[in-house]
């Protein structure tokens, strides 16, 4: 099964963000792919964080979640939505929330982000609880590829690749492929990006597929990019450094049967 991820470099303009995301989500399914996953923030990276409370919507209502479901269903796609926000339980917070459709344009799929990112150094201070309510629950989905086969999915989000445990409950659910839509600053991108979607991929013996934002954006903010995915050995089968655009890349469940013969990692037991 093919499969993409999306890279932007969104602005603080909604609708023209969602316009740059068609037309990627377009090239994706020209070439074959039958998922695509959009970025964190990818309908918007607004120039404060309390940008996010004028976009929020209401689950199952909303021009982000119309488009999400009119672009699945008019290219016949899995679509990931990288992250949206979502009304939470006080009128300060937004969910970052993914939400995933099929190709008949039904939401089958959410998940809210559980670790909240917070960073500071002497140039760049980030809280992402300032106006985020964390989630609270893994959350997997079962996706049928053209070809019969399943896949078990299991959500993700950008600062939730640093807590392994949360990709363990993933595996033993019994995911297929990790995805990881993000919005990784320079400074830790650089330094823990690639190595961490690594280390998740070989430890749960999984594909890893994460989306993310890539470039200089409108409001100050820079991005690492990389969108990548990655085998279930560690193997990096496609990247972009920068930029907008598409990696694309096909899961094998034969590649997957392999890996997890020859290291059984996954049935080990604690004594």
Not at 120 to 140: F, K, L, M, W
Not at 198 to 212: S, W
Request: hydrophobic fraction near 40%; glycine fraction near 8%.
């Amino acid at each position: 099964m093919k499969i993409a991820a999306i890279q932007m470099v969104s602005g603080i303009d909604c609708p023209g963000n969602l316009a740059a995301a068609r037309s990627l989500l377009e090239q994706a399914a020209a070439q074959g792919a039958e998922l695509a996953v959009l970025p964190e923030y990818f309908c918007a990276m607004g120039r404060r964080d309390s940008d996010k409370l004028l976009l929020r919507e209401t689950p199952g209502d909303g021009p982000i979640q119309e488009f999400l479901a009119r672009c699945a269903r008019e290219l016949q796609l899995w679509i990931v939505g990288g992250t949206l926000p979502l009304f939470a339980s006080d009128a300060e917070h937004v969910r970052n929330s993914t939400l995933v459709y099929d190709p008949a344009g039904h939401c089958v799929a959410r998940y809210d982000k559980i670790h909240l990112f917070r960073f500071a150094n002497c140039r760049e201070h980030y809280d992402e609880s300032r106006t985020i309510e964390a989630g609270t629950e893994p959350v997997q989905f079962e996706l049928r590829a053209r070809s019969g086969a399943r896949w078990r999915v299991g959500l993700s989000v950008c600062y939730d690749l640093r807590f392994p445990e949360l990709y363990r409950a993933h595996a033993r659910a019994g995911a297929d492929l990790l995805l990881v839509p993000s919005a990784f600053t320079y400074t830790t991108g650089e330094a823990h990006w690639e190595i961490l979607l690594r280390a998740r991929a070989i430890e749960n013996l999984a594909y890893v597929l994460a989306p993310a934002q890539g470039g200089q954006h409108e409001n100050g903010r820079r991005t690492w990019g990389h969108s990548m995915l990655i085998d279930p050995w560690g193997s990096v089968l496609g990247a972009l450094a920068q930029g907008p655009g598409v990696v694309l890349g096909e899961l094998s469940a034969q590649r997957l049967q392999e890996v997890r013969a020859q290291l059984p990692a996954l049935e080990h037991r604690v004594l």
